[in-house]
Nanobody, 126 residues
Framework: QVQVVESGGGSVQAGGSLRLSCAAP????????MGWFRQAPGKEREGVAA?????????YYVDSVKDRFTISQDNAKNTVYLLLNTLKPEDTGMYFC??????????????????WGQGTSVTVSS
């Protein structure tokens, strides 16, 4: 069973920053894509950022986080980060890391991913 593990959530004031980490320890192969999703209370889960590790590390972002969030990969296999800058109260929610080894679907669509972490909470106060 592939396990995806997130860390790094917390509570910050508006304008602050956080860095989320995601890894799949023990998984020996390469994922085709890895992404971050978030779900605010009472809202549907939305894709925030995604990365295709190979060949060139292409990245994708939802418009609301462009120029504020950055997804990146570590040299370690199947490890990605999400740097959240200039946080706003509307960024509050549970952030989930997702990974796929079954091909390339729309990068910010949850249906493109077959492995999910348990989530890490981000709270931004005004």
């Amino acid at each position: 069973q592939v396990q995806v593990v997130e860390s790094g959530g917390g509570s910050v004031q508006a304008g602050g920053s956080l860095r989320l980490s995601c890894a799949a320890p023990g998984y020996a192969y390469d994922f085709n894509s890895m992404g971050w999703f978030r779900q605010a209370p009472g809202k549907e889960r939305e894709g925030v950022a995604a990365l295709y590790p190979y060949p060139g590390g292409s990245t994708y972002y939802v418009d609301s986080v462009k120029d504020r969030f950055t997804i990146s990969q570590d040299n370690a296999k199947n490890t990605v980060y999400l740097l959240l800058n200039t946080l706003k109260p509307e960024d509050t929610g549970m952030y989930f890391c997702a990974a796929s080894n079954r091909g390339w679907g729309p990068p910010l669509s949850s249906s493109s991913y077959n492995y999910w972490g348990q989530g890490t909470s981000v709270t931004v106060s005004s």
